[in-house]
């Protein structure tokens, strides 16, 4: 029996002097013990750990009972779990910290995934104990403890029905009660200002970073009637406020230039104490859902707070996940809301973040899958040319159009161009930089053809239209006798440089499409007993293979509606272009 073959190891043991036990003594106490709890003998290996005879025993080998007792009490059976509980209640007191603490940290990591919240839940209390019992070299215990946490946390699923993550909230608010002694010992040393335990400190920070980065980077806090984004807010709020209690000014993480002159030899570099993928989202809680907002400085500048922030909107806006870019879009669109309109100067196109965020945006507009993020781009887009001034939007606008390369980018530049034009033509609005010589380099740029006569019309239909409806806008709103745009001056070259080669690729165009429409035509008229033809249309370099002949000639129709459409506008702008000359 079990127990009795328990007892006889104990009892040998009992004899040997100084706890000089061999490792055939520890494996054979384990063996014997582990099968006496499988076994529902609790009771008896209770009375055997709280006999004070076996003191010397249960330090030394009673740690090795931690996992068996751990999965014990999980599988809940009521039977045996108060004795389970009491043994170790009792191993927790009598035992080694640095074995428990290892006991228990394998307990963590080897939890699956549907039972992390339960053992996470249980063993949050006596961890708790053991790093307590260390006294003032707990810093590096402390970090190992919740390095392994946290990582346990993070596989939790963040996102779904409302069960799926209730044990994440579960976990998040255990969480801040665990940390809560060490937060509050690191509070009275930095205010006593004697024996400051700066690895205590780094351990705790370390804690907030890891938590803003897993699980809050990838949860969503819009809907806050929800009880589990509730609490989740809650556990950004308290792990803001813990950064804030611990000494770390949240001004202070936000401001780049305090990136780069925090120093602090011996510790991590400051890329790893402050990950910006953390900061971002604390940019994020800050400026988005206005947790902790009530500690950020209200002198701070608009103007100043987009600056720092516009290295988090890169970086977030630079990644793929949605629970990335929707942060991006929306840090990015509450930092630009609170600056005033046409009030950022061209000098911040100097600074390499006010020229990478928009061509990030403009990856997010055009290639990700997610139609509501393409559209918040779009919007957001357009907000950030209503804050420049007029000197900066030129600049912009035309860096923006050489870099974006898709049409319909290219067409939203052109028709703020022309919005600006039109603005810049108003009585009292008149700028060097939307008439006359500025504006002409400008309008040479986006009254052009990519290829030429060559060009895929098709491809750049939006494009070639905001450019045809910018150029007709010119020629009737600016007259001649006044030529305030400069258009009149370069109404010849840009005759010959766009309007001429449009209209002989616009010729070539429809003639290719309706000699293939022709033939497919010939095709279905001769061909007998067959619904579909093999035919292979390449778009965007990839092959649609075996279209129907209703679906290659809808192609078609569409392709020769949208040729109308343009030669429609051409021929409203040769009409302008060919007139007598204006006069006032």
């Given amino acids: 029996m079990a127990v009795d073959q328990l007892s006889d190891i104990v009892q040998r043991c009992q004899r040997i002097e100084n706890d000089s036990y061999t490792s055939e003594d520890y494996d054979s106490f384990q063996s014997a013990a582990q099968k006496c709890i499988e076994e529902g003998h609790s009771a008896q290996v209770l009375s055997i750990i709280i006999d004070d005879k076996n003191k010397g025993i249960v330090r030394c080998m009673g740690w090795n009972l931690v996992g068996t007792l751990v999965q014990a009490v999980l599988k809940n059976d009521d039977r045996n779990l108060s004795h389970n509980h009491a043994i170790l209640t009792n191993l927790l007191q009598i035992c080694s910290p640095k074995e428990l603490l290892v006991s228990l940290l394998e307990q963590v990591e080897a939890a699956s995934p549907d039972v992390i919240t339960e053992t996470l839940m249980f063993l949050l209390k006596p961890l708790q104990k053991v790093l307590l019992k260390f006294g003032s070299k707990k810093a590096a215990f402390l970090g190992m403890a919740l390095s392994t946490l946290m990582n346990q946390v993070a596989r939790l699923p963040v996102t779904g029905e409302e069960e799926g993550t209730e044990g994440l909230c579960q976990c998040c608010s255990e969480m801040l009660w665990f940390v809560k002694p060490f937060v509050e010992e690191v509070k009275v040393n930095n205010c006593s200002g004697v024996g400051r335990d700066e690895e205590l400190k780094l351990e705790i920070l370390k804690f907030c970073m890891k938590s803003l980065r897993e699980p809050l980077l990838a949860v969503q806090l819009t809907d806050r ?9 809650e556990f950004a709020s308290e792990i803001l406020a813990i950064l804030s209690g611990i000494g770390e000014s949240l001004p202070d993480l936000l401001c780049h230039m305090y990136l780069k002159k925090h120093a602090a030899p011996g510790f991590l570099e400051e890329d790893v104490r402050y ?25 701070l500048s608009p103007v100043f707070i987009l600056q720092c922030n516009m290295e988090y909107i890169e970086f977030l806006l630079s990644r793929t996940e949605e629970s990335h870019l929707q942060r991006g879009l929306d840090l990015y669109e509450k930092s630009l809301v609170r600056v005033e309109d046409s009030s950022l100067s061209v000098e911040l196109l100097e600074l390499k973040t006010f020229i990478s965020v928009p061509q990030n945006l403009v990856k997010v507009m055009t290639m990700c899958p997610v139609h509501h993020l393409r559209s918040k781009g779009l919007s957001v887009f357009q907000l950030s040319i209503v804050k420049f001034n007029l000197q900066a939007k030129y600049k912009f606008l035309r860096c923006m159009f050489r870099t974006s390369h898709h049409s319909g980018v290219e067409g939203v530049i052109i028709k703020n161009v022309k919005n600006l034009v039109d603005f810049s033509l108003r009585p009292g609005n008149g700028n060097a930089w939307f008439q006359g010589a500025h504006l002409m380099p400008l309008l040479r740029l986006v009254l052009s053809l990519p290829q030429g006569a060559e060009t895929d019309l098709l491809q750049n239909l939006d494009r070639i239209m905001e450019s045809l409806n910018l150029l007709r806008y010119l020629l009737i709103r600016d007259k001649e006798c006044h030529n305030e745009t400069g258009i009149w001056t370069e109404v010849h070259a840009i005759h010959d440089g766009f309007i001429k080669p449009l209209r002989l690729g616009l010729n070539m165009s429809k003639a290719h499409y309706k000699a293939e429409l022709q033939s497919l035509n010939t095709k279905n008229t001769t061909r007998e007993g067959h619904s579909k033809v093999d035919c292979t249309i390449t778009v965007g370099n990839e092959n649609l293979p075996n279209l129907t002949p209703d679906m290659q000639l809808e192609a078609l129709y569409s392709a020769l509606s949208t040729f109308e459409l343009i030669e429609c506008v051409l021929g409203r702008v040769e009409e302008v272009m060919e007139a007598k000359p204006q006069t006032a």
């Fill in 275 to 299: 990950p910006k993928e953390s900061l971002a989202n604390l940019a994020y809680l800050l400026f988005v859902h206005h947790i902790a907002i009530e500690t950020f400085p209200a002198v």
């Fill in 225 to 233: 009637d929800q009880p589990q984004v509730s609490t989740l807010c």
